[in-house]
């Protein structure tokens, strides 16, 4: 993809990234240019209520798995009070200076880990932390996978800015047993390895037999020679049981998280020279290949994003490991239903995910593919759920159409003119939630707000996948006005489906973002990122805990905060 194109493309993505969180509240018409929002689907789905199968709306219950990625990723930082090294910006070279220091500590200590062949509570990230292929122009963003709780909430301050993740507790207690799967220290690509997370005290009630599986993947890889990507938690396997006996599989996938977006998004638009966060050097991974040049695991039809490609790569063996574990915990007892699910880039590695077991010639179902365990083969592959929010373009308009028309047998929105699907659902069309629950069907659904420039078609092509489901309701300027950045925001996105369904079921509030002052009355922006200032936000988290009634760790934040402050002082 030469420069220019590739440049419009990231103005998109960044445009839409770089946001000021506001509430967004429309004045919408109730239909667009004579043609209504909620045309008639080609789909012949009965009507059918979703009481007694889902807790609340499957679109709303989805977007809270999504957020609920999120939350999982942010409670395994080590630092949540400053993961991105943003308190260090603004200040000259010291947040690369400081960043180099943190990446000799991890050659360091990587050694010493694959010494002790350290387990789940070790410190994750950086390559060298598991004995694997070091990327010294990545953020070294630090993880430990033993603080991942679900029915916690979390903090964690972004760029001056408290992000609190607060999944509803109509998931979160129902999660009896949590997993971690990850590629064992030094271990060959294809192997992982699944540990019980411990759970510490329980302060709430646990009102159900669930387990979530999380699972690690790899982000930062393009493809390019001498580009290894770096580890994180990447989404999560729900095993979640119904009242008839029977359950259903959700796997779901996380979004992009980084600090400064200005800088993230353009430190990684370079192929060769990609460097800084990690998720945003996979989200620009935007030349697509085909099947003939090393992604037919995810499709061999058409040709598809390769940084999504290469990160669901990674992906998979740990993916598989958790849903094998599934199976154990089920013997002879296939899932009703299997929703996948995410935002943003989860939205994308959803597609990516779904095409690899439809279209894909590693993990198919029922013999394509010789890397689908046996014990999963005759699980529901071929009726499977895609639902994604906000979510790019990850393939071209043969992916696209394939997956979407044949594989997923929904309707697609394909246009380069109109960029409004005049088609689209409304959130409260029922036939909605009747092909959702339909065991006999697969779906494909991407739920989006018309004006979020992350899923136009312009820039450098390729096409959706999915049924069009607006959230707001398109008006007929919109063909010619520009993009909405505040679009892409999960809280957004949530906030109108709310609006559109008026469910009572479905709880109010599953994130929302703090300002600095909310949290840390006594920060002073002046000293930022000075030891003492460090000191003050660790101590908000903690109060902020402490104040909310929620178990956590203390003894794990100071000890991390000791070490930041330790690898600071070094030379």
Known sequence: MNLRVKSAVAIGWL?????????????LPDSLGGAPASSAPTTDVADVTYQGIFPYHPLVYHLDLSILAYQLYDQSLVWPFDPYYEELSGEGDQRKKFMNKVHNWAVGMGSEQV?????????????????????????????????????RRSLSNSNGRWTEYRTPEKITATIKDTFVCYRPTNAAASTSTLARVPQGPRRSKIVGSNSLLTFEGGTGDKGEQNQPASQSIMGFVLLREKDSGAYDIHIAFRGSRSGDLLRAAIQALSDSRAKGNPDWITDLGYDRLGSDQGVSHISSVGKVHRGFARSMQSIYPNLFR???HVAKLKPGAYPDNIYVTGHSLGGALAQAFVSGVLMGNTYGPNGRGKAMPTALSKWPWRQIKLVSFSAPRIGDAEFARVLTVDRLQSEQFSSRINPVDRRAFRPSNRLITGRLLDVSRPAGFRVLHSKDPVTTEKGAGGKHVGKTVYVNEPKALDIVSPPDPSAHEQKVVRDLLLKDLNDSTSPRLAMQYLEMNTISP??????KGSPGELSKLAASIKRYYASNGIAF???????????????????
């Not at 070790?122 to 603080?147: C, M, V």
């Not at 006594?522 to 000293?527: G, L, M, Q, S």
């Not at 760790?553 to 030379?571: G, V, Y």
Request: proline residues 6%.
């Open 15 to 27: 445009s839409a990234m770089v946001i000021a969180v506001s509430s967004c509240s429309l004045s």
């Open 115 to 151: 010494t002790n062949r350290a387990g789940i509570r070790s410190y994750r990230g950086p390559g060298a932390l598991s004995g694997f292929p070091h990327n010294l122009t990545h953020d070294p963003i630090l993880f430990d996978y033993s603080q991942v709780v679900p029915r």
């Open 322 to 324: 958790c849903l094998s």
């Open 522 to 527: 006594d920060y002073d922006k002046r000293n």
């Open 553 to 571: 760790e203390s003894a794990a934040l100071d000890r991390n905060l000791k070490l930041r402050l330790t690898i600071a002082n070094q030379p």
